[in-house]
């Protein structure tokens, strides 16, 4: 293995990043709506003042930008895990067996039970998980053959 290897050491551990990402991204999201509602209540209430000077306006430049500059942070953070998803994407779609495919994208995308799962696909839960471990069976030997090389860094 790649001497870049992140933390996942089997395909499960690299599927299994994809709903915490989604978890992650929204915390930012909403990081980044309470940052802007700080940025405008700071605003007026600085603004607010009846007696502005060059200084007041400067603290609220200095401040805004200061949100600003975070705001950018959490939105290339949030560029980063949402490339990290479509990555987990790919590798579910680089799969040659359509059924594998649905089984990791309702287990590892949509957060479904094997139960849901084989319910939803009319087959029983010994067959989904035997279909699972195929799939990710699947994806190691690709991962060993060079295919999806840089998924498993």
Same mark, same amino acid.
């Given at each position: 293995? #790649?001497?870049?290897?992140?933390?996942?050491?089997?395909?499960?551990?690299?599927?299994?990043?994809?709903?915490?990402?989604? &978890?992650?991204?929204?915390?930012?999201? =909403?990081?980044?709506?309470?940052?802007? &509602? =700080?940025?405008?209540?700071?605003?007026?209430?600085?603004?607010?003042?009846?007696?502005?000077?060059?200084?007041?306006?400067? &603290?609220?430049?200095? +401040?805004?930008?200061?949100?600003? #500059? !975070?705001?950018?942070?959490?939105?290339?953070?949030?560029?980063? @895990?949402? +490339? +990290?998803?479509?990555?987990?994407? =790919?590798?579910? #779609?680089? !799969?040659? #067996? /359509?059924?594998?495919?649905?089984?990791? &994208?309702?287990?590892?995308?949509? /957060?479904?039970?094997?139960?849901?799962?084989?319910?939803?696909?009319?087959?029983?839960?010994?067959?989904?998980? @035997?279909?699972? /471990?195929? +799939?990710?069976?699947?994806?190691?030997?690709?991962?060993?053959?060079?295919?999806?090389?840089?998924?498993?860094?």
């Amino acid at each position: 293995m #790649d001497e870049k290897k992140k933390s996942w050491d089997t395909p499960k551990e690299f599927l299994s990043r994809y709903r915490d990402l989604g &978890r992650s991204m929204e915390s930012k999201k =909403e990081q980044i709506l309470e940052l802007r &509602r =700080e940025a405008v209540s700071l605003s007026q209430a600085i603004l607010g003042d009846r007696v502005q000077t060059s200084r007041t306006s400067d &603290r609220v430049a200095k +401040a805004v930008s200061a949100i600003a #500059d !975070l705001i950018a942070d959490i939105e290339r953070s949030i560029e980063k @895990r949402c +490339a +990290a998803m479509k990555e987990i994407e =790919e590798v579910i #779609d680089s !799969l040659p #067996d /359509g059924l594998q495919q649905e089984v990791l &994208r309702r287990r590892y995308l949509l /957060g479904q039970s094997f139960d849901q799962i084989a319910e939803k696909l009319t087959y029983s839960r010994m067959q989904i998980n @035997r279909i699972h /471990g195929k +799939a990710l069976e699947e994806i190691k030997k690709q991962w060993e053959d060079g295919k999806n090389d840089s998924k498993k860094r």
